[in-house]
């Protein structure tokens, strides 16, 4: 095995397809380097050594070292100088890199390869001592931050005392001597932190930096992100060691961060940050404001210095040309690292752009519309669940809202929430229930968690591209970023924008897309659908097999999926129909009745009400497919739980009070979700379907007088394990359906199927078929009675499960392919060869989750049916799946 790629001078051994072994920083800096762009030469430990490491007890393979050596001289050899040379010392930089970016792996180390002798060297040979001793004072405190744990804290506190002392306020008015002197702080900082001195050796410098690489990728920050994203934990982790430039050299050097396209709108227009002779992170952690890249747009933007276009002319021209070459070469939009050194540009970095779910959509469309991808392309480009954001409501524009304070847009959408000042906060308050607003100075990788669990994000300091910015757009959170004027006081609990004075607890708004900070909370409104998402969705469709259904019953619900596309209603819940205001009462009545006289007259009450639901159900629909569900809650849940629904049950009923409660009591059961509910309930008291049924019916025909479309109705029997479950309901429906059509002299267009929700009913389902024109696998119930786990209570110890790798996934939101998929391909499969025409979907909580779809796809199921804002998300998933 080959365990380390060398890139550098034009040429490299690696190349952008490999980014599984080189990660993806490593595979894209070889990649730049083959098409001849400017990159400092270096090379990348793979991520293979990275499993090695971690298989083999913490060690690296045998050959590693010479490997290393090796591209380490090569590195020298185009630079012209050496690793710990007293006169003319190299320097670099220690990078990770995971296939897919990953915040929580370790930070760079910048300026490896300095210690007491080789400063002194590169003050001579750059001419520069006070440099020289910066980027030693840096790398000190960089190194013993990341690899060595020692608090950054006590270098900051270091240096603001040293600023104190001279009088002066910025970095950068400290002498050389000054710098000295802090080092020599510095040192004894560390070594009276670890009891041992800082490492002077260059080789103990830079093998500590790249086993601090490998060791991070099990951080606790590393693997809760890992988990949120679904990345492996095989996949490892590589490193990049590269020659340094500097862009802390003077007034004509800089370095910068920037997006080839608005990642925020997806506009076609050179949008970034960059900071005057200064190094590294300085741009992302927000320690001095960033200028803006271009002329044009900044007035959208924040900075009100001069841009990189008018300051440095020349060297903006060649980075506006690596931008095209990088669009071109990647057919994507590019986020790139780069840093000028004495006016000579270096690219450090490109990678594909985050990007809001809007941006997404624009750039797609855009990118079609430039010849640089295809249709199908662009639909794959988009992350289905990026959606969500656009999706999702906005700030009314008419509601009034009283505006506290603004900061940049950096990530679109509407939020609002309960301030709180940290992370653990955040998360705390989140589990409780509580929708919460984090708000902060700035956002690092051990916010993460706090992030996901809030509402927004609102920080008072840093750029579009800064940490905040980015994790919230590719979470799909709104945030507002670099909101200045907002003064926080984290002891007290409290910040303070012009005058105005919140407090922990308090609600706020923040508008994402406007980058505005309001009191109170706003009320919102539906975003528009159309132009570059309805082109997206248009395509979506020419390339999907799967059919896309909604779950919903309310009319705002059934309504809000025909918006979104929905080709028809997978799962209507009659259930939600007996809960609605005084219909509980009668629902109650009939639940509690002794007899079925008692029964009927219950039932009586409630036909008129659950038939007016259908009525505009139908209507809504117009003759596209409804799939009605019969009644399926356990009976507990309609029991009578307080004295007042005694009182109330007994008095509709007519019988004593007492006589109720002993009535509920003799219902109860020890276990519902397995008890008497479903086609049980209904085989019980068949007098319910009868009803439903007539209610159905009845209802189908007077919407199709009103829509003049026949109402294409399909009644579902939940819960079935045994055939003649079904079959004994299926006669009672037919008999209704046939009276109906007597009495109106119209016949009722409708089809009987099942729910397989039963391991029984999926591998009976040969059998089961010869009744059912259709199956919609129910896959919540499935999965809960396939894997035995209540989902009320696998809260207790699912989140054990995925931490220590039993499974991978909460089974409950992925599918669960191998279990739960394979009964589920068994009933297809089954079910088909009974009936060839059977009609087969899905209509669990997975049919909105693009995972459990592309496994639909494979199983080759006719149609996936969500819950109505998944809509657009199953459509273009379904798309994907495709593809
Ligand atoms: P991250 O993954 O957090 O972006 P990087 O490895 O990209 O970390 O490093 C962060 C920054 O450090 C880069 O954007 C760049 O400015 C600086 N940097 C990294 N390597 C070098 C180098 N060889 N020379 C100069 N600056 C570098
Ligand atoms: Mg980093
Ligand atoms: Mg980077």
Redo the contacts with the bound molecule.
């Keep these: 095995t080959k365990w380390v790629y060398s890139f550098g001078k034009g040429i490299a051994e690696g190349g952008a397809k490999m980014r599984n072994l080189l990660g993806g920083k490593g595979a894209n800096l070889a990649e730049m380097s083959s098409i001849g762009l400017p990159v400092p030469p270096g090379f990348t430990i793979t991520t293979e050594v990275c499993t090695y490491y971690y298989q083999n007890g913490e060690t690296y393979p045998p050959e590693l070292a010479a490997e290393v050596a090796e591209g380490l001289k090569a590195v020298e050899a185009i630079v012209g100088t050496k690793l710990g040379d007293a006169v003319n010392p190299l320097l670099v930089s220690v ?2 890199g995971a296939r897919v970016s990953m ?1 929580g ?4 180390v910048l300026n490896l390869g300095l210690n007491d002798e080789t400063v002194e060297g590169l003050a001579k040979a750059s001419g520069d001592a006070r440099f020289a001793y910066d980027s030693y004072r840096r790398f000190i405190q960089m190194y013993s931050d990341v690899v060595l744990g020692v608090d950054h804290h006590d270098f900051e506190d270091l240096l603001e005392l040293k600023k104190d002392l001279r009088g002066v306020s910025q970095d950068t008015e400290l002498t050389a001597d000054d710098l000295k002197e802090l080092i020599g702080e510095y040192k004894k900082t560390v070594e009276d932190a670890l009891g041992k001195p800082f490492p002077q050796d260059v080789q103990d410098q830079l093998w500590g930096a790249v086993g601090a690489v490998f060791s991070s990728w099990q951080t606790h920050r590393a693997v809760v992100y890992r988990k949120l994203h679904d990345i492996p934990e095989e996949w490892g982790t590589a490193v990049n060691v590269q020659a340094m430039v500097f862009g802390n050299m003077g007034s004509d050097c800089a370095t910068g961060v920037a997006f080839t396209r608005d990642p925020s709108t997806g506009d076609n227009r050179f949008y970034g940050e960059y900071l005057v002779n200064a190094q590294g ?1 300085d741009v ?1 952690a927000g320690i001095r404001t960033p200028q803006n890249l271009t002329i044009v747009g900044k007035d959208m933007q924040h900075s009100t210095l001069p841009a990189m276009e008018e300051v440095m002319p020349v060297v903006f021209k060649q980075l506006d040309e690596v931008r095209e070459t990088l669009e071109k070469h990647y057919r994507d939009m590019q986020d790139i690292e780069f840093t000028v050194q004495k006016d000579k540009l270096f690219m450090l970095q490109t990678r594909s752009g985050k990007r809001t779910g809007k941006a997404a959509i624009k750039i797609a469309c855009d990118m079609v519309d430039e010849g640089l991808i295809d249709k199908q392309t662009a639909v794959s480009r988009i992350e289905p669940q990026s959606l969500d954001q656009i999706l999702h409501p906005m700030l009314d524009p008419d509601a009034d809202r009283k505006v506290i304070g603004t900061g940049l847009p950096a990530s679109p959408g509407a939020a609002s929430g309960q301030v709180v000042f940290s992370a653990d906060e955040a998360e705390k308050r989140a589990q409780n229930g509580d929708r919460v607003m984090l708000v902060r100075i700035e956002t690092s ?1 051990e916010d993460i968690h706090g992030m996901h669990a809030a509402e927004g994000i609102l920080t008072t300091r840093g750029g579009m591209t800064s940490h905040a910015a980015v994790v919230a757009r590719g979470m799909g959170r709104p945030c507002v970023a670099g909101a200045g004027d907002i003064a926080i006081d984290y002891k007290a609990g409290t910040f303070t924008v012009g005058g105005v004075t919140i407090t922990e607890g308090d609600w706020i708004t923040i508008d994402g897309a406007a980058g505005q900070v309001i009191e109170g909370r706003v009320p919102t409104v539906q975003p528009e659908l159309s132009g570059d998402f309805g082109r997206i969705m248009e395509w979506a469709d020419e390339i999907r097999d799967l059919g896309v259904r909604a779950n919903a019953e309310t009319p705002d619900d059934v309504r809000t999926a025909r918006d979104f596309g929905a080709e028809g209603i997978g799962l209507a819940r009659t259930e939600h129909m007996f809960f609605d205001g005084d219909r509980i009462t009668a629902v109650r009545e009939m639940i509690l009745a002794e007899t079925e006289e008692g029964r009927r007259a219950a039932l009586k009450k409630i036909l008129p009400m659950q038939k007016a639901d259908f009525v505009e159900l139908f209507t809504i629909m117009k003759g596209l497919p409804v799939t009605v569900r019969l009644l399926d809650p356990p009976l507990h849940e309609f029991l009578p739980r307080e004295t007042v629904e005694f009182d109330e049950v007994a008095a509709a009923i007519g019988v004593s009070v007492e006589k109720v409660r002993r009535r509920a009591a003799q219902l109860h059961e020890s276990n519902p979700m397995l008890g008497h509910r479903g086609c049980r309930l209904l085989n019980s008291y068949p007098e319910i379907c009868e009803m439903q049924a007539r209610a159905i019916f009845e209802a189908a025909i007077e919407a199709a007088e009103t829509t003049g479309e026949p109402t294409h109705v399909e009644v579902m029997v939940p819960l079935v394990g045994i055939r003649k479950e079904l079959d004994l309901l299926k006669d009672v429906i037919d008999r209704v359906a046939k009276q109906v059509g007597q009495e109106k002299g119209v016949e009722p267009v409708y089809t009987v199927g099942t729910m397989i929700e039963l391991p029984r009913a999926a591998l009976q389902a040969g059998v089961i078929a010869e009744s059912a024109a259709f199956f919609s696998f129910g896959t919540n119930d499935l999965t809960q009675t396939t894997l035995g786990i209540s989902r009320d209570d696998a809260g207790a110890f699912l989140g054990a499960y995925e931490k220590r790798g039993i499974i991978e996934q909460d089974p409950f939101q992925t599918l669960d392919v191998d279990g739960v998929g394979e009964l589920i391909s068994i009933a297809k499969e089954r079910g088909r060869a009974t009936r060839p025409d059977l009609k087969v979907g899905i209509c669990g909580e997975h049919g909105g989750d693009p995972k459990s779809i592309d496994f639909c796809q494979t199983v080759g199921l006719d149609y996936i049916s969500c819950s109505p804002f998944r809509v657009p998300i199953a459509r273009l998933a379904a798309a994907q799946a495709a593809i």
Excluded: G, K, N
């Excluded at 792996?105 to 760079?108: E, G, R």
């Design positions: 990078r990770s915040p792996m370790m930070d760079t992170e992302v990788p």
